[in-house]
């Protein structure tokens, strides 16, 4: 019932930045929890970054200090500002929502992200 849909997505030299966005239309039920996921091939979806309405958030080790998570609102769009990028950031982005967390919940079809020079 309720669809996400992210946008952003692209090629970035290493060091650069890019900023990600979900959307969530579809339902009047409120997300409380939303987060961003990737993918890198080969590899299993790893969790990267969340957002609750509480205003708690909470980064993977990886990406503290570099990826910040935010929403509006609403909660209906929430974004991933991704800076001094690495190759190894390289991946399918992928934004998930939940109603009370994110240990269940809907997901985006994902955006890839490409980390090259």
Excluded at 45 to 70: D, L, M, N, P, W
Excluded at 92 to 113: E, F, H, N, P
Aim: charged share 20%; hydrophobic share 35%.
């Amino acid at each position: 019932q309720v669809r996400l849909m992210e946008s952003g997505g692209g090629l970035v030299q290493p060091g650069g930045s890019l900023r990600l966005s979900c959307a969530a239309s579809g339902s009047r039920v409120s997300l409380n929890a939303m987060g961003w996921y990737r993918q890198a091939p080969g590899q299993e979806r790893e969790f990267v970054a969340a957002i609750h309405t509480s205003g708690v958030t909470r980064y993977a080790e990886s990406v503290k200090g570099r990826f910040a998570i935010s929403r509006d609102s609403a909660g209906k769009m929430w974004y991933l500002q991704m800076n001094r990028l690495k190759p190894e950031d390289a991946a399918v982005y992928y934004c998930k929502g939940g109603i009370r967390d994110l240990s269940t919940g809907i997901w985006g079809q994902g955006t890839q992200v490409t980390v090259s020079s």
